[in-house]
């Protein structure tokens, strides 16, 4: 039985869950009018963008073939399990809505390119949201240059993902049903972990319920996961769930997480980030909005460049600079890295216990955290580090911008002046 995938299942249910829920308006209206004129024109009521995106973009796991979660999958997995879990009348009607909702046909027929609901959808998901599908987005495109076209499209885009949202509906309930009559096969693989020992407060007594994500799971839909008996859920769920918000949420990187998570994972909501002066917010996988204040609205500048448009704002952050915390949040990340790569036994090492209590805030760490000013921004995360004799070094880079500093308190790093000409500064964790 594959749990793993009946776990992603759920994960991705609740989220879809949670954007259905938000939808401000439910249900698909239309309504006439008439210009000036005398000439009748009809106009779709459909919820905000935003929130047909957020939807769409939620329930695409289910409606991928390629997915883990895609739903004929998951009700295969049903279907097969030791304890039988659906009548033949009920397996005769879900097999009948799968494939109602693969193969029916638009009401509106475009031309001869998309032929089904499921087409349109997949169409509009690739080449409105990831124009390097080069050949959706040309379908795409064409229609959304027509205004009644594309109120068709993402009309269709919307009762699609509203109707694969249905059907998982019932095929959670299946879900449920099947981990109650199948629960030994369940409860084997949730506890397959015996010696269990945090590698942030060495504690072995406490429980041990949950994996812990290496890097926040806002920062990047990361698969860098350490398994259970690693991590305590009272360090998981207290101190290292602040650090990883301090982290994701922390001026310097919430612009850029804006630009690259297309969504976050753990929320299924768009990114966000909340200056004192600004709020930039994605309202679609493309689509970033940047609002100002108005007294500060004066300070954007929008200039083309060439092919490039170029954008100057400055955003000003809602509190005070604290390299402490933040050198926290980053020693937490490095030690899971380290754990991740070389095994819990590296991590719990002897050597890594001044950072240990610098993490749960135990203690400040004489040592320096050396940061990069000028960043050319990146689209990913990484972590590289060199354990020598002498320290353990640590780069971390999320998104280009750059964090270097040692997990141990000597040597001591600082900045030479050919990296202050480079805009590295350094900072005191001891502080
Ligand atoms: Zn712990």
């Not at 509009?124 to 027509?146: C, H, L, P, Q, T």
């Not at 949202?165 to 095929?171: G, L, P, S």
């Not at 994701?248 to 630009?259: D, G, P, R």
């Amino acid at each position: 039985m594959d749990w793993q995938k009946i776990k992603k299942f759920k994960k991705q249910f609740h989220r879809a869950r949670e954007a259905f829920k938000a939808l401000s308006v439910n249900r698909v209206s239309q309504t006439l009018y008439s210009d000036l004129s005398g000439e009748v024109h009809s106009r779709l009521i459909l919820p905000p963008e935003k929130e047909i995106s957020r939807l769409g973009v939620l329930v695409y796991p289910f409606a991928n073939p390629e997915s883990d979660t895609y739903l004929k999958t998951i009700v295969q997995i049903i279907f097969d399990a030791d304890v039988p879990v659906l009548t033949s009348d009920e397996k005769e009607k879900i097999i009948k809505i799968l494939d109602k909702i693969e193969s029916s046909k638009l009401l509106i027929q475009f031309e001869d390119t998309a032929t089904t609901a499921r087409d349109s959808y997949l169409d509009y998901f690739k080449g409105e949201f990831f124009s390097n599908d080069v050949i959706a987005f040309r379908k795409i495109e064409r229609f959304m240059r027509n205004p009644v076209m594309k109120e068709q499209v993402v009309c269709n885009f919307y009762s699609y993902s509203k109707n694969v949202y249905t059907v998982c509906v019932e095929i959670y309930s299946y879900v449920r049903k099947m981990e109650k009559l199948n629960r030994s096969d369940f409860s084997e693989e949730v506890h397959s972990n015996k010696d269990n020992q945090c590698i942030y407060c060495l504690s072995s007594g406490g429980k041990f319920t949950s994996e812990e994500h290496v890097y926040p799971e806002s920062l990047c839909n990361g698969k860098i996961i350490l398994p259970k008996g690693n991590v305590c859920d009272e360090c998981n769920n207290g101190i290292l769930s602040d650090l990883d918000n301090h982290l994701s949420n922390h001026e310097m990187l919430a612009f850029l997480k804006v630009f690259y998570m297309p969504i976050q994972q753990k929320t299924g909501k768009f990114p966000s980030a909340t200056y004192q002066n600004m709020k930039v917010e994605k309202t679609h996988p493309r689509k970033i909005s940047i609002n100002m204040q108005s007294d500060s609205a004066k300070s954007v500048t929008l200039k083309e460049d060439g092919n490039f448009v170029n954008l100057k704002f400055k955003g000003i952050g809602r509190r005070p600079f604290n390299a402490v915390f933040l050198g926290r949040a980053l020693y937490k990340v490095a030690l899971g890295v380290l754990a991740w790569q070389l095994g819990a036994s590296v991590a719990l090492n002897k050597k890594y216990d001044l950072a240990r209590d610098f993490i749960l805030g135990k203690s400040t760490f004489t040592n320096n955290l050396l940061i990069t000013f000028e960043v050319e921004p990146k689209g990913y995360i990484e972590g590289v580090f060199v354990p020598t004799e002498q320290g353990t070094l640590f780069a971390l880079s999320i998104y280009g911008v750059t964090f270097a500093f040692n997990l141990e308190p000597s040597p001591v790093i600082d900045v030479v002046p050919e990296l202050e000409k480079v805009h590295v500064r350094s900072y005191s964790l001891s502080a």
